[in-house]
C-alpha cells in the first residue's frame, strides 16, 4: 500500500476541490432527500451520469498526492525507520531483551521527547539500572531527530 493519507491530510483544500471538482456539478441534477441519522435518499434517476465520468481532476489531484509522498513523506518515513532500526541494534548491544520491550521503549521515549519518564520505567523497565536507560534513551535519539524533523 502506497501511503498518501499523510499528504492528503496535509492538503486538505486540495483533497476538497478534486472532490467538489466531481459533486459540484452533479449535485443540482440530484433529486434528494436525508432522514434524521443523515442517511441520503435519491429520488430521481442518476445513473446517466456516472456512467462516462471525467475523473481528470481526482486524476490530477491524486498525482500531486503521490508526487508529494514520494519527494516529502515517504523519503522521511524511510529515514525514520532507518534510524529506528539502528537505535534498536544499540539498545541490544547495551541490554538483552525480547523485541517487544525494546519497540516499547523506544515508543515510550518518542512519546516524551526522549526520554523515558518515570512512571513508564516503574512499569515497565524497573529492572534496568539508571546508566542502562541513560545509555538506551541516547540511542534512541537519532530515531527522534529524525521523527521531529519529519514533523516539521
Known amino acids: ?56 481532476p481526482q486524476a490530477e489531484a ?3 498526492f503521490i508526487d508529494q509522498t514520494i519527494g516529502t ?20 548491544e547495551i541490554v538483552d531483551m525480547p523485541d517487544r520491550k525494546i519497540d516499547l521503549f523506544i515508543r515510550f521515549c518518542l512519546q516524551n521527547h526522549g526520554r523515558l519518564s518515570a512512571r513508564k520505567r516503574e512499569s515497565h523497565f524497573d529492572f534496568l539500572s539508571d546508566g542502562e536507560i541513560a545509555r538506551m534513551e541516547q540511542a534512541v535519539s537519532p530515531a527522534l531527530e529524525s521523527r521531529t524533523l519529519n514533523d516539521d
Do not use: C
Open 73 to 92: 513523506e515517504l523519503a522521511g518515513e524511510l529515514e525514520f525507520l532507518a534510524n529506528y532500526d539502528e537505535s534498536k541494534r544499540a539498545i541490544q
Open 62 to 64: 491524486l498525482f500531486r
Open 1 to 56: 500500500m502506497f501511503p498518501i493519507s499523510a499528504s492528503m491530510l496535509n492538503n486538505p483544500a486540495d483533497y476538497d476541490d478534486s472532490l467538489e471538482a466531481f459533486s459540484r456539478h452533479l449535485m443540482p441534477l440530484v433529486e434528494y432527500s436525508l432522514d434524521e441519522e443523515g442517511r441520503m435518499t435519491v429520488h430521481n434517476e442518476t445513473a446517466m451520469w456516472y456512467r462516462y465520468i471525467d475523473m481528470t
